[in-house]
């Protein structure tokens, strides 16, 4: 139900925007979020955002990338700038749903190296 794409092979410095496209409305979902996984790392919440538009940023990732989504494409993006190599990962987008208990929707990731 969810399809991250974006990935790429990006210089120390540079940006890339991913995207998560939902395969229905995404007001059916409480909260969306960004994980990423390092080689040989656990998996990291990076940042969220609720349905209100709220969001919440990773220390590591502040003032350096954005959350936002886009209701009317039921798309959900992460404009990720001044890249580092530590920021080299598979990131996952992540959706929880509206039912008790609630179920969690996770795409398939898109792998995002930083590297000169």
């Known amino acids: 139900q969810l399809v991250e794409s974006g990935g790429g092979l990006v210089q120390p410095g540079g940006s890339l925007r991913l995207s998560c496209a939902a395969s229905r409305s995404i007001f059916s979902f409480s909260v969306m979020r960004w994980y990423r996984q390092a080689p040989g790392k656990q998996r990291e919440l990076v940042a969220s955002i609720i349905i209100g538009g709220s969001t919440n940023y990773a220390e590591p990732v502040k003032g350096r990338f954005t959350i936002s989504k886009d209701n009317a494409k039921n798309t959900m993006y992460l404009q990720m700038n001044s890249l580092k190599p530590e920021d080299t990962a598979v990131y996952f987008c992540?959706?929880?749903?509206?039912?008790?208990?609630?179920?969690?929707?996770w795409g398939q990731g898109t792998l995002v190296t930083v590297s000169s």
């Open positions: 992540n959706a929880r749903g509206l039912g008790l208990p609630p179920p969690d929707y």
